[in-house]
């Protein structure tokens, strides 16, 4: 089974910035697609943005688009999510997910492994 592990939250001020790394261990996979999600309390989980690890191709959610960058590290199996001019409306607990298909997909339910997910808090 795959593990993963999600880092680097904290609380930073409006327009600042966090990077969230996400560690893989256990079983490796030729190709996999790794997505990060957010849910914010009484807010459903929705898609920020995912990687595919032998292309590096990405797809990120509009909200997030031209802020966040996703990017990963194929040989350590990390994913990191590099976060910029953060608002108030993105602070949620983060969650990486793996997608053994390799599909860059914002469905939740696609993905086959999570994380525990990581604190995001924006202050205004």
């Known amino acids: 089974q795959v593990q993963l592990v999600e880092s680097g939250g904290g609380l930073v001020q409006a327009g600042g910035s966090l990077r969230l790394s996400c560690a893989a261990s256990g079983r490796t996979f030729s190709n996999y697609a790794m997505g990060w999600f957010r849910q914010a309390p009484g807010k459903e989980r929705e898609f920020v943005a995912a990687?595919?690890?032998?292309?590096?191709?990405?797809y990120y959610a509009d909200s997030v688009k031209g802020r966040f960058t996703i990017s990963r590290d194929a040989a350590k199996n990390t994913v990191y999510l590099q976060m910029n001019s953060l608002k108030p409306e993105d602070a949620a607990v983060y969650y990486c997910?793996?997608?053994?298909?390799?599909?860059?997909?914002?469905?939740?339910?696609?993905?086959?492994?999570w994380g525990q997910g990581t604190q995001v808090t924006v202050s205004s």
């Open positions: 990687i595919r690890r032998n292309d590096g191709i990405t």
């Open positions: 997910a793996a997608n053994l298909l390799a599909i860059l997909t914002p469905i939740p339910r696609n993905y086959d492994y």
